[in-house]
């Protein structure tokens, strides 16, 4: 089947040149996506941004074509040239069978109209819970707002990450939805093992067998294949020396929705706790800068700034406990490659409530809250090493990307639902 992707920011999460575009969860989810699909034998395509490589280049099985350039055209005209027309001419040079595109903005609203022109398949999916909300936050322009609703509206399929979206979605926009889990890497994957099918390994195996037997899983339970990891060589900016207690990692971008602030309060008052911040603000603000001058007088944080994803899993195999603190996620691809791992969480978000049906970490909401769970799991080995079972177990059932991908591939032959 010919697939063509959408994803405007994707360049570099596809692989192409390093620093040409952000990597977000939306980015990352696609190009895990078209790469799997294309390694499947499908024909895939995406359609990215051009920052001035060749059109239709090949990039891990996956032609990639350019739609316009960022910053290309006159301010009042540009929405409808080089943007519209560059969007749909590279729709045009795709010639797919199916667009996908994910995330709600004005491109949703395109795609659908191209797709509805040429008799093609459209599939929408959420990118997170801001999608879903009627009045749409995120989206500052009228126009945006109505051709994402326009978009939206038109979907053969629309898909979204959790049974919240799905009613979220049913209720503000009167759409039927289907719930397909992200994908992730399984950073275990990459890993120096140890001897293979150690402790982890076996726990997960017994893990999923009881989750099968609790009626409680929505999905083929996993094969034991997660090793026992041993810890890679850190790059010399992140050896930690003298460290002690839990190593708590908190990742994401520097902006209110994910209230970095309490981390440093929550700081404060664990002093027997070490706090890594990965992540920096997408551009310069007060807010930003203020976060870290705060982090400057909290001897337990370290601030590392952007770090790139080859590098991130040694930061969680280091790791005790991934800390998350937004007001409001969809199903964050760091809680996925924490569990990879067997890395639980503590958060203040829990997605259709599994972090406490599966035991996959603790969930609070509100800073002594966090303080609490934070010290208990510290206190509590024997309590961490159940959960980091249960932790893998639960990312092999429902997160591996082949899992996710022979979903998907049902959903495009028409054959099956997500959930």
């Not at 309060?265 to 807010?287: K, P």
Request: with cysteine.
């Amino acid at each position: 089947m010919k697939i063509c992707f959408v994803a405007l920011n994707g360049y570099a999460a596809i692989g192409g040149r390093a620093g040409t575009s952000h990597i977000g969860g939306a980015e990352r989810q696609t190009a895990l996506l078209a790469r799997e699909l294309a390694r499947r034998g499908h024909m895939v395509s995406l359609v990215v941004l051009d920052h001035g490589q060749a059109d239709g280049e090949a990039i891990q099985g996956v032609r990639v074509f350019k739609a316009y350039a960022r910053d290309a055209g006159l301010p009042g005209l540009r929405f409808f040239s080089p943007r519209l027309t560059g969007l749909w001419s590279a729709l045009r040079r795709a010639s797919a069978d199916v667009y996908y595109q994910r995330m709600a903005e004005q491109t949703t609203g395109i795609v659908a109209a191209f797709c509805r022109r040429h008799g093609k398949r459209f599939f929408f999916a959420s990118a997170s819970d801001y999608d879903c909300l009627p009045e749409l936050p995120r989206l500052r322009k009228p126009r945006e707002a109505v051709l994402y609703r326009y978009g939206l509206r038109r979907a053969d399929r629309v898909l979204v990450q959790t049974r919240h979206q799905r009613e979220m979605m049913r209720t503000g926009f009167g759409v039927e939805a289907e719930v397909l889990s992200n994908a992730a890497e399984d950073l275990a994957d990459r890993s120096v093992v140890s001897a293979p099918g150690g402790a982890l390994a076996r726990d997960a195996g017994e893990a999923s067998g009881r989750l099968a037997a609790s009626g409680s899983d929505r999905g083929a339970a996993p094969d034991a294949r997660g090793p026992e990891v041993c810890e890679p060589r850190l790059s010399e900016e992140f050896a930690v020396g003298g460290t002690k207690g839990l190593r708590v990692l908190w990742i994401g971008r520097y902006t209110p929705e994910k209230r970095l602030e309490w981390v440093f309060e929550i700081a404060g008052a664990c002093s027997n706790l070490t706090f890594d911040i990965v992540g920096d603000a997408t551009g310069g603000s007060r807010y930003a800068e203020d976060l870290k001058a705060r982090a400057k007088r909290c001897e337990n944080v370290r601030l590392l700034g952007r770090v790139a994803h080859e590098q991130i899993g040694a930061l969680y195999r280091r790791s005790d406990v991934l800390l998350c603190t937004s007001e409001r996620e969809g199903f964050p691809n760091t809680f996925l490659e924490a569990w990879s791992l067997g890395v639980p969480v503590v958060t203040t978000f829990d997605p259709d409530g599994v972090v406490a049906e599966f035991g996959l970490g603790r969930v609070a909401t509100c800073v002594p809250g966090v303080i609490e769970a934070l010290q208990v799991t510290a206190a509590d080995g024997v309590g961490r090493e159940r959960m980091r079972v249960c932790c893998r177990a639960y990312f092999e059932r429902e997160h591996r990307v082949e899992r996710v991908v022979d979903r998907f591939e049902a959903l495009l032959a028409g054959t099956g639902s997500a959930v």
